[in-house]
């Protein structure tokens, strides 16, 4: 449909630089064959695009799993362990439910997630191809790939296993099957946008896109008749879809509890309306300015042909008979302008908004080719050539920084856990870290601690008591139980409340790397003889002394085991100066020294 929408340009469109697929030169009989120029940036483009996709297929396995991929995996776990899980946003679930059967541990099963991922990334890069194509040339189809691929959030990103890459892969089927007016993919383009939408509810940044193309195709449409049906087709199966998908998925994160379900659905529909509060308006413009001058920053030429880009199409709508098209064009970037509203416009976000943008790079390739065709003036090319090279250059260096194993420090803590503990256990981290264990506590993303720090109630105490964790991993600063400078000094919006700080730093210890145990530390001064001590987390411990001592009027040593209940207990030294009690019996711990790398790199 939008091949008619250009081949229906004028002459005086032509001369506009609007003229864009080389077809339709040579029927204008400016040129009689693709000029030798542009056949070599086509093949570079090629060569290009695919040396990118195996440095992807490389980077799957090498590059440092983010908290948010953990805590995307527990959620299938928390599924089919019968636990509760959040309404809104866990429809994958369903979808990834077989990871869970993969052999190996969590790690492994986030990495097969991830070819997943890529795989879509590459079908959204295939559907952007076309859409570029059905508006412009080859050239610019396969520009506006290589771009995608070659910017450094996506080489981040592009291939996580969470919401972004599933959600840019319907929105852009979405638009695809749109664009054929027939009615049956008219309804399966309804039900890609309601399983989008169950996805993440992000997918709402879409339909501005969405409904403008609707409205355009509608009055371009040569049966208008025809493509109303069409779209109240696609409307209508979307409704109904997101409905029936949303009500069949709380009934089965329910267990099929009717009951719980009715509860849940309006769960979820609070949960929306917190989330949006929170999320869609901060209060400020641009809540994340400094990750966007970052990207900025490593893609400076990506964004310079993306800007240069936009001011071609916004001169072009102008100047065009043609008016349709630029706006179709146009309406690709909209979701880029929610960068100055959404909190949560981290990196990844990018994913999400950034590949469709690029269809608006389609007017600059067109008017340096069209120099190259009319004026036979071939140094236009340098402007398509020179941005490749940039891009190529930088994203390749930015790439050879990754090719260390980032996924060691994760390994070792992972590999560990599953060591001493071989059946789950209840623990204390960041983000689900081992995401088939029960995670005690809540998700410390930094609008959780921002959250949890605005109720001013300490909570560890009680997930002491009544959840018994087996161990704690500190792998976010506010668990880091012997970082003294952070407590107490340097404390901010996600540090612990003191009450908590202190409750975990009295019944963990230190054990390997960022892994802490149940334990306590008991010190005797010259002349000390007796101390008292309270067990939270009861359990067996390994005693660990430089003498002797009586516990509870039990002679103890060195590397004994004793089953501690939980409440008060007494020590009386005979010549042990220093006593440690550490969960577990003779809990192993490595002969090597953990990695000195952190366990997450950050976004």
Not at 69 to 90: D, H, M, R, T, V
Not at 253 to 262: D, L, R
Not at 517 to 525: A, E, Q, R, T
Request: charged residues 15%; contains cysteine.
């Amino acid at each position: 449909m939008w091949k008619n929408i250009h081949s229906n340009c004028s002459e005086k469109v032509m001369i506009n630089f609007e003229k864009i697929m080389l077809n339709n030169f040579k029927y204008q009989g400016l040129i009689n064959e693709k000029p030798l120029p542009i056949k070599h940036i086509n093949i570079l483009l090629t060569i290009l695009i695919f040396a990118y996709i195996l440095l992807y297929l490389f980077l799957i396995s090498n590059t440092n799993i983010n908290w948010d991929e953990f805590n995307y995996l527990s959620a299938i776990y928390k599924y089919q362990n019968g636990n509760s899980i959040a309404p809104i946003q866990s429809f994958h679930v369903h979808l990834f439910g077989w990871l869970t059967k993969i052999n190996g541990k969590e790690i492994e099963q986030i990495i097969t997630a991830r070819y997943i991922q890529l795989l879509l990334l590459m079908a959204s890069l295939g559907i952007l191809y076309l859409l570029t194509q059905n508006l412009s040339s080859k050239t610019a189809s396969l520009f506006a790939v290589f771009l995608a691929l070659s910017f450094t959030d996506i080489i981040r990103h592009g291939f996580s296993f969470r919401p972004d890459p599933i959600c840019l892969f319907l929105f852009l089927s979405t638009i695809y099957l749109i664009n054929q007016n027939k009615r049956i993919f008219s309804f399966i383009a309804g039900v890609s946008l309601a399983i989008c939408f169950l996805i993440s509810i992000k997918t709402i940044f879409y339909i501005p896109s969405i409904g403008i193309i609707l409205i355009i195709l509608s009055v371009k449409s040569d049966n208008r008749h025809i493509f109303i049906k069409n779209s109240l087709t696609f409307l209508s199966s979307s409704a109904v879809f997101i409905f029936l998908f949303y009500i069949f998925h709380c009934y089965l994160i329910n267990h099929s509890s009717s009951v719980e379900t009715i509860s849940t659905i309006i769960d979820g529909k609070n949960m929306s309306q917190s989330a949006g509060s929170k999320v869609l308006w901060t209060g400020s413009l641009f809540p994340r300015l400094n990750i966007f001058i970052r990207s900025l920053t490593e893609n400076a030429i990506t964004y310079f042909v993306l800007l240069i880009g936009a001011l071609i199409t916004i001169r072009n709508f102008f100047l065009s008979n043609n008016k349709i098209r630029y706006t179709i064009i146009f309406c690709f970037i909209i979701p880029l302008f929610t960068l100055l509203f959404y909190r949560n416009a981290f990196p990844y976000f990018y994913v999400f908004i950034l590949p469709p943008a690029f269809i608006i790079t389609i007017p600059y390739v067109e008017k340096y080719i069209y120099i190259m065709h009319r004026y036979k003036k071939f140094y236009s090319c340098l402007l398509i050539l020179i941005p490749i090279i940039i891009s190529t250059v930088n994203s390749s260096y930015f790439i050879k920084n990754r090719f260390n194993n980032q996924l060691k420090p994760q390994r070792e803590i992972i590999n560990l856990v599953h060591k001493l503990f071989p059946q789950p256990a209840p623990y204390i981290d960041r983000n689900n870290m081992i995401a088939s264990f029960p995670k005690t506590g809540f998700f410390m993303s930094t609008w959780g601690l921002e959250v949890y720090r605005d109720n001013d109630a300490p909570i560890f105490q009680d997930i002491l008591e009544s959840k018994q964790p087996h161990f704690l991993i500190a792998n976010v600063r506010s668990l880091d139980l012997n970082d003294i400078k952070y407590f107490g000094e340097t404390k901010n919006k996600y540090s612990l409340l003191d009450e908590d700080y202190i409750i975990l730093k009295e019944n963990f210890i230190h054990h390997w790397g960022a892994l802490y145990l149940p334990g306590k530390v008991i010190k005797f001064s010259d002349g000390e003889k007796h101390a008292m001590f309270r067990i939270i987390i009861e359990g067996l411990y390994t005693v660990e002394s430089n003498g002797e001592f009586f516990m509870n009027e039990k002679g103890l040593n060195n590397n004994e085991v004793v089953f501690l209940h939980k409440g008060l207990h007494s020590i009386q030294t005979v010549n042990a100066s220093l006593i440690t009690l550490r969960f577990g019996s003779h809990s192993y711990k490595p002969e090597t020294l953990p990695s000195e790398k952190p366990i997450y790199v950050g976004l």
